[in-house]
């Protein structure tokens, strides 16, 4: 199957991805995209869209149609929610921060922090497997650090918030890995 962006010989194709969140007056992301396009001689467009949560479908399924985007807080779970191709990543953290929509129109998606969690510390040389991991915070990105710390074997995993009931239920959604 080809992908979605042009091969040598294709005729351009404009893309149009958007940041979509709440807020997101602060992103310097649509300049950083710019540039990479800019780069890569890619024609595509990048914004940020500030919605409130009863436009989350829609605008989803309106980016996803255009090309697709990312997903920022508090929308990351309810997006996730919303793929009808989703990866391993996204079903396992629940939440989406990357999507697009296929030649057949659906909406597919992924959840890059875990990639990228992975990724840093392999570059830092950092190897937790079998090594014990306290997790400040169970915010929006603790999710995807927890799934990258079970898929490299790291564990015990604890986590440690300023709301237990936050680090809770972090714990009874990643299947009881956190303690």
């Known amino acids: 199957m080809r992908s979605s962006t042009p091969f040598r010989g294709d005729p351009?194709?404009?893309r149009e991805f958007v940041l979509l969140g709440s807020p997101v007056g602060h992103?310097?992301?649509p300049r950083i995209h710019a540039a990479a396009f800019r780069v890569w001689g890619v024609d595509a467009s990048y914004r940020a869209?500030?919605?409130a949560a009863p436009e989350v479908a829609s605008a989803v399924a309106r980016a996803a149609a255009a090309g697709g985007g990312n997903?920022?807080?508090?929308y990351k779970r309810d997006v996730a929610a919303l793929l009808d191709?989703?990866?391993p990543e996204v079903e396992a953290t629940g939440?989406?921060?990357?999507?697009?929509?296929t030649r057949g129109g659906a909406i597919a998606g992924d959840n890059t922090d875990v990639g990228g969690f992975i990724r840093a510390l392999a570059d830092m040389g950092c190897d937790p497997a079998g090594r014990p991991v306290l997790l400040?915070?169970?915010?929006?990105?603790?999710?995807a650090v927890v799934r990258a710390l079970d898929f490299l074997g790291a564990g015990p995993i604890a986590v440690w918030n300023r709301t237990p009931s936050r680090?809770?239920?972090?714990?009874?959604d990643m299947g009881g890995r956190v303690e």
């Open 167 to 172: 680090a809770l239920a972090l714990a009874a």
């Open 49 to 51: 869209v500030e919605i």
């Open 12 to 14: 351009p194709i404009h």
């Open 95 to 101: 939440a989406c921060n990357c999507f697009w929509g």
């Open 27 to 29: 992103t310097i992301s």
């Open 85 to 87: 191709r989703a990866t």
């Open 136 to 143: 400040l915070g169970a915010g929006g990105g603790a999710r």
């Open 71 to 74: 997903v920022t807080l508090p």
